[in-house]
C-alpha cells in the first residue's frame, strides 16, 4: 500500500503552487490596471474593471506572501520562495512599466481652444468629407464660439463639434438650407434614441458641449428638446441591409430657434 504522505512532505507540495499563483495573480491584476487605465480615459463602461484588477493584485500579494511564511527555511526549498518573492517584485516592477507605457502611449486630450479650429479642420482630422459641412472661418466673436476635438484612439471615437451664435435671420437661413440638404432630423435626444426611431433611422450624436468632468472629458449628454439635430449622412463600415452600427461615422448639424446657436458636428467610431 501507498503511505499518505503528511507534514512537511505535503506541505511542501501545498505550498509550491502558492508561488505560481502569486505570479499568476500578479500579471492579471497589472494587465487589469493597465485596462483600467484606458477605461477611464476612454470612458468606456468597464464598471467592473476596478474590483477584478484590486482583487487580483490583493490576491497575488496574499499569496506571495503566505508562500513566503509557509516556506521558513530556504534550505529545503529555495526555488519556491524565491519564486514568491519574484511574483511580488513582477506585480511592482509590471504596474511600473504600464504606467510608463501610458504616460508614452496614452490617449490625446481633448482639445477645447478655439484658436486650434483650423488646423484642426485642415490638418488634424482625418477625414475631410465628414467634415465639408463645417464653416471656413469663424465669426470674429469667439466669446460665444466652443469647440471639442478628439481624433480617436484605439476604439474609442473621433470626434469634432464646433458651436457658434448667430443672427436670428441667419439662424433660419441655416435651418432652411441644412434642411433641404438631410437624410433624418430629430427633436432633441441622444444617439441612442436616434438609432430606434422608425426603420430609417441613423444615429446622430451627443452633445459635447454642455458639462465636462474633472479630468477634462467632456460628458455625453442628450441634445436640448430646442435643438433640430440634423443628419446629414451616416453610414456602417460593414454595410448590410441591417447595420449593426458597431463601426461607422455621422455628421450634420444641431439647430437652436430659441438659443439662436448652431452646433458643426460630426462622429467616427
Known sequence: MKSKDT?????????????????????LGCTLFFLLFLAFELNHLFSVLPIFAVLSWILSLLTGIIALLRIKQQSTWPKGKKRAIAGILISIIFLGVCVYVYSVTGPPKVVTKVSMYHKIKNELWHNPTLIKHFPETLPSDSNNTHLSFFPGFLQGAAWFQLKLCVPEEEINVL???FDSKKKVAYGGGGTWDHKRRGDNALPATSYLLGRSKDNGWP????????????VLDAQDYLGGENPSWNHGYSYGVSISEKRKEIVYWVEDW
Open 7 to 27: 507534514g512537511v512532505g505535503a506541505g511542501k507540495r501545498k505550498a509550491s503552487y502558492l508561488p505560481i499563483a502569486s505570479l499568476g495573480f500578479a500579471l
Open 219 to 230: 460628458e455625453f449628454l442628450d441634445w436640448p428638446d430646442d435643438f433640430t439635430i440634423i
Open 175 to 177: 435651418l432652411a438650407e
